[in-house]
């Protein structure tokens, strides 16, 4: 049976482009096949994993950026975790913050399964408030989690995240609904789009990549 997401993704490009484009896109590592396969028997909404295309874009910023330290907000199953340990030094970290019990054990499963999962610490509870708790600072951060929450995650990370540093927000097409928004997280995500644009402490690119990609840079 074939398995979707909560809302089915309305194709931003063609579909056809999109397979072209996952063709010539580097495979993931032999990890993330088992994460994949795993996942796909363990979980309804497959489809909400970020996606080759989306992973490789992750580990190829992370390789670019030469990030060390990262934060991630929003585990689900490790997909996008173990992808972005991957391409981590040896002394690299990834702290991720996930409050679903269910994702929780099975992430932990797979970091404790993958070469580069002992990069990765999960922080358990509503990242709400252990966002608030974290120490240090990153190069890069990766928001893919309480789509409400956006903005405030955004504002919460960026006295942590170092100059020139990366925070890569995903689902921010959000099905192409951000052009005319009515729900209440096409709303959030708008709000977040403008909010990002407007705000003079960084740049960005919005990519239409799968259910887009904002590329955000702290000056």
């Known amino acids: ?3 979707h997401r909560h809302k089915p993704i309305v194709q931003i490009t ?6 072209y484009s996952e063709v010539h896109t580097s495979p993931e590592s032999k990890d993330i096949q088992n994460l994949i396969n ?3 028997e363990e979980l309804l909404y497959i489809d909400m994993l970020s996606g080759r295309v989306v ?23 490790g997909y996008s975790a173990v ?13 991720t913050l996930e409050m679903n019990l269910k994702y929780q054990k099975i992430a932990q499963n797979h ?14 509870g509503n990242a709400q408030n252990t966002i608030k708790e974290l120490t240090g600072t990153f190069d890069l951060v990766y928001l893919d989690g ?18 020139g540093g990366l925070i890569i927000a995903d689902n921010v097409l959000w099905d192409g609904t951000v052009l005319d928004p ?15 644009a407007e705000d003079k402490r960084v740049e960005q690119v919005l990519l239409p990549v799968r259910d887009g990609v904002n590329v955000i840079r702290k000056r």
Request: aromatic residues 8%; without cysteine; hydrophobic residues 40%.
């Open 1 to 3: 049976m074939k398995k």
């Open 14 to 19: 063609n579909p056809e482009i999109d397979k």
């Open 38 to 40: 795993s996942s796909d």
């Open 55 to 77: 992973g490789q874009l992750l580990k190829m910023l992370v390789k670019i950026s030469g990030a060390k330290r990262i934060l991630e907000i929003g585990t689900f199953t």
């Open 83 to 95: 992808m972005m340990a991957e391409a981590l030094p040896e002394d690299g970290e990834v702290i």
């Open 111 to 124: 970091f404790d399964k993958s070469e580069a999962g002992h990069k990765v610490t999960m922080i358990r």
């Open 146 to 163: 309480d789509k409400l929450r956006y903005s405030f995650y955004f504002e919460q990370v960026m006295p942590l995240l170092n100059s």
């Open 182 to 196: 009515e729900d209440n997280k096409a709303k959030a995500i708008a709000a977040f789009n403008k909010l990002v």
